[in-house]
């Protein structure tokens, strides 16, 4: 993977990502939601396996450089992104909020938890 900046053009994509990321994070975490921003995030090109196009990764760490979150973005409109939580369900008891997770194409954007059960 060669280091690169996000284009100009998908600039607005991954702001809006975030902010459904943001969103999504803070109905969990309401009094301390994480700041999930585009320029926090380290972006790559990458090629993507199914066409062989460019397309660009961003990954987002924390203070320990640990990875805690990624957005990608593929050459054919599709992407998807997660950033990590692991907090306790507030509505489920013995389930945690592993991540918070994006995807879609061509400006339509869902969101949802990845959930994962305690043992």
Not at 55 to 84: M, P
Not at 100 to 118: H, I, Q, S
Request: charged share 25%.
């Amino acid at each position: 993977m060669a280091d690169s900046a996000l284009p100009d053009a998908l600039i607005e994509l991954g702001q809006k990502l975030c902010a459904v990321l943001s969103l999504e994070a803070e109905r969990y975490l309401p009094d301390s939601p994480p700041t999930i921003r585009l320029p926090d995030a380290h972006f790559s090109r990458v090629i993507d396996p199914a066409n062989g196009l460019p397309g660009y990764e961003g990954v987002w760490r924390d203070a320990r450089a640990q990875k805690c979150g990624s957005l990608t973005i593929n050459s054919d409109g599709s992407f998807h992104g997660e950033y990590d939580l692991l907090v306790p369900h507030p509505r489920k008891p013995g389930w945690y909020i592993e991540a918070v997770t994006v995807w879609g194409r061509d400006g339509v954007v869902k969101a949802e938890p990845r959930l994962l059960a305690a043992v």
